[in-house]
Nanobody, 126 residues
């Protein structure tokens, strides 16, 4: 089992920045692929970004160039730096983990990730 504990959500004005963190425990962190999803009210959970064990990163088109995912294997933590935030980024953000190297073809599918943290609210005001 993997436990994921997120932190860092909040309220920010459009154009501002926030950094989310997600601390993992239960398995060697370096063995995990890590991802972030988000869910806005009335919408399905959607892929935001992922970082594989080898450090390769992948982003949804809607956040490319504004969001950056990174991982610190020494701290067992994945980060999501969010810049130039827009009101449409408002959602509950979830970190996810999967053992091993998650295939690129399925990483955008929420049901292919085995472990989830509780959500953290991000609200961007206009």
């Amino acid at each position: 089992q993997v436990q994921l504990v997120p932190s860092g959500g909040g309220l920010v004005q459009a154009g501002g920045s926030l950094r989310l963190s997600c601390a993992a425990s239960g398995r060697p962190f370096s063995s995990l692929s890590m991802g972030w999803f988000r869910q806005a009210p009335g919408k399905e959970r959607e892929f935001v970004t992922a970082i594989r064990r080898n450090g390769f990163t992948y982003y949804a088109d809607s956040v490319k160039g504004r969001f950056t995912i990174s991982r610190d294997n020494a701290k067992n933590t994945v980060y999501l730096q969010m810049n130039s935030l827009k009101p449409e980024d408002t959602a509950v953000y979830y970190c996810a983990a999967e053992s091993g190297e998650i295939p690129i073809a399925i990483m955008k599918l929420s049901n292919r990730w085995d472990y989830w943290g509780q959500g953290t609210q991000v609200t961007v005001s206009s």
